[in-house]
């Protein structure tokens, strides 16, 4: 894709990706939040930091399938922004809904199954938001880079976890973010098979490649 069009994608998503921030901020400002708004705020950024987890997943497998290298460009942006919602929904509970209240924020981590689960999920992050910029890419080396930024498949599943057990009632959300994540991961497991399997076939052949 050429440059230009290029860079006006790249100005939408980061409009897009700011817009649910928009919309939460337009309505605590007009107190359209309901009964419970630091709820609505955790929930909102709490969903949106997974949407736009599994959006970054999602480059990798559409380029593949459509050969559009292009998108590769857009990766960045939104892992960086699925760290801002995070964060946005880590502060909401630290500081809107707990006061800084250390011990209870403690504890919390230590018996809940779904706050241990979203703090390990929190705190594997942020070393993949610090590492994003091309400097470092170069400063760890490809390699390492890249196995660092592997830690977004447990990340991901991580956060599934974290909204299936927080839900207690409706479930359907959580379900369907966990059915897109197993397809985003199953067609990685697959891709890696298929590789090994041709990395294989390839060494049976003799020199010219045809049996």
């Known amino acids: 894709m050429d440059h230009g069009p290029l860079q006006h994608l790249k100005r939408a998503a980061f409009i897009l990706c700011l817009a649910p921030m928009a919309v939460l901020s337009l309505d605590a400002v007009r ?14 950024t ?3 930091a997974l949407v736009l987890l599994l959006v970054t997943l999602s480059v990798t497998p559409l380029r593949r399938l459509t050969g559009w290298y292009w998108l590769l460009r857009f990766r960045r942006l939104f892992g960086l922004y699925a760290f ?14 707990e006061y800084f209240d250390w011990s209870a924020i403690t504890r919390d981590i230590v ?13 594997l992050l942020v070393p993949l938001a610090l ?6 890419v170069r400063r760890l080396g490809s390699r390492r880079w890249q196995a660092l930024h592997r830690l977004i498949y447990p990340i ?6 974290h909204y299936l057990w927080l839900v207690k009632l409706d479930r359907t959300q959580p379900e369907l973010f966990g059915a897109i994540l197993a ?20 060494g049976r052949l003799p020199a ?4």
């Open 156 to 161: 991901a599943i991580g956060g599934v976890l």
């Open 84 to 97: 801002f919602y995070t964060c946005l929904h880590v502060l909401a509970y630290v500081v809107l809904d």
């Open 46 to 48: 709490g969903r949106w």
């Open 131 to 136: 590492t994003a910029s091309n400097s470092m």
């Open 208 to 211: 010219g490649g045809v049996e």
């Open 183 to 202: 397809v985003l991961l199953g067609f990685r497991v697959v891709t890696a098979l298929g590789g090994v399997a041709r990395r294989a076939l390839a």
């Open 111 to 123: 018996r809940l199954p779904f706050m241990s689960v979203g703090f390990a999920s929190f705190v």
């Open 31 to 44: 107190d359209r939040l309901g009964a419970n708004p630091i709820a609505a705020i955790e929930h909102s």
